[in-house]
Structures are given as C-alpha cells and as structure tokens.
C-alpha cells in the first residue's frame, strides 16, 4: 500500500535551535519527494522537491535529504526562528497510469521565544 | 509573479444555498487542482484540470461542481452542501504535471456550512 508517514507528530523546539523531521515512504513507482510548510489557516509553501537521482536540497535555513534506497527523507531546520512554527507536509509522488500524490499526515513543529 | 489567488476568504453559507469559489493564476500553468483540508488533517485532492479539462475526479459527491472558463480561472460551484462538508478549501497550480511538477497554492477558502 503506498504510505507515507512522517514523525515525529508535533515538535516544541526553543529559538535558535536546530531540528529535524522524518518522512518514510513506501510509494511505488517513485517519482519525486515534496516538502511543504503549512502555516495555520493558510496554504502549503513549497520548500524542496528532490527526484529519485538527488539526495540532498537546501532553501534557505532548509534542507531536505532523500534516501531512496531506505525510502526515507528528512528536513533539517537549522537556526529555528518564531515564524518557522507551522505544520510540515511530506508529499510523495508518482506516475503509474495515473498521476497521484501521497500526502503524509504532517508534523506540527512550535518555535518558543 | 508565482501567486495563486483565492476568494472569497471565507464563506458561510446554508445547505440551501449555492455559492462559488474562485481560483486564479497567471503563471501561464496548465494545470488546476482543487483540494479540501479538515483541521489538523493533510489537504485531500478533489479535481484536477490539465489543460482546461477534466482529467481527475476523486469521486466527489455532485454537489461540489468545478469548472475551468480558461486556463487561468478555476471555480468551484457548491450547492447542498453538508455541515461536514466545513473544510478550507485550496486551490493550486502547476505547470503541467500532478507527479512531476511543483504545485503552488492559493491561501484558500475557509468554507462553513450551516
């Protein structure tokens, strides 16, 4: 069954510090992987998109790494700021008669002063 | 200019009513997504547009129209809708593909139906 799921669910972290989220997968055939950032009441932004032959993408303060061989991502946040507070999706795509993506269920990351 | 517009913003109506969402891009993208978000859940898909026509339907019940006037507007006709049917509603864009190209969303419609 195509999944993905991501952990931990929610993450309080302190301003300044570091983090980092997981996203395993079991979607087949694999086309590409999609980080989103959610804030509360708005829509996704997207942060990195990686495909099978990329392993690691940075945006900013962002990275994102891909491990296709274990089926697994991560998005490290370094230097944490208040308006990194939001929910972050991982989103799996592929394209096997038709296209589909697979939404994992997101963690909620809070930022405190 | 990579934004994708939403109005309204907020919407309440009655099961009785019928109402439209409008969706808007001019990133010359040549597909359009409508999804439905309940609280603390991921987006759902609903409809996808590729290049102005139906090319998915997620089973959605009938009550929930879409339409695609061109390739930069996107509606949502709804009518006898449910209470469960209180979701906000995203719109999104992309450049042609669902699996292969970045999907940009609008702010979305926070829909409440009484």
């Known amino acids: 069954k195509n999944q993905v799921e991501q952990s931990p669910q929610s993450l309080i972290i302190l301003e300044g510090k570091n983090c980092t989220l997981q996203?395993?997968?079991?979607?087949?055939?694999?086309?590409?992987l999609r980080w989103y950032k959610q804030d509360t009441g708005r829509g996704p932004v997207s942060l990195t998109i990686?495909?099978?032959?990329?392993n690691t993408k940075s945006n900013g303060r962002y990275t994102a790494t891909l491990d296709a061989d274990t089926k697994q991502s991560s998005l490290h946040i370094t230097a944490s700021q208040l308006s990194d507070s939001a929910s972050y999706i991982c989103?799996?795509?592929?394209?096997?008669?038709?296209?589909?993506?697979?939404f994992g269920t997101g963690t909620r990351l809070q930022v405190f002063p | 200019d990579t934004e994708v517009t939403q109005t309204p913003k907020h919407l309440v109506m009655g099961m009785t009513n019928k109402k439209s969402l409008k969706c808007e891009q001019h990133?010359?993208?040549?597909?359009m997504y409508w999804y439905k978000q309940k609280a603390k859940k991921p987006p759902e898909l609903m409809f996808v547009?590729?290049?102005?026509?139906?090319?998915i339907n997620e089973s959605v019940p009938s009550r929930f129209s879409p339409e695609c006037p061109n390739s930069s507007l996107l509606n949502l006709h709804l009518h006898a809708l449910q209470p469960e049917d209180s979701a906000l509603y995203l719109c999104?864009?992309?450049?042609?593909?669902?699996?292969?190209?970045?999907?940009?969303f609008g702010p979305g419609t926070r829909l409440t139906v009484l």
């Open positions: 996203c395993n997968y079991t979607v087949s055939p694999f086309s590409n």
């Open positions: 990686m495909t099978f032959s990329e």
């Open positions: 989103v799996v795509s592929y394209s096997f008669n038709t296209d589909k993506l697979i």
């Open positions: 999104a864009s992309s450049q042609v593909s669902l699996a292969q190209d970045t999907q940009y």
């Open positions: 547009y590729s290049y102005e026509k139906l090319s």
């Open positions: 990133m010359g993208h040549r597909a």
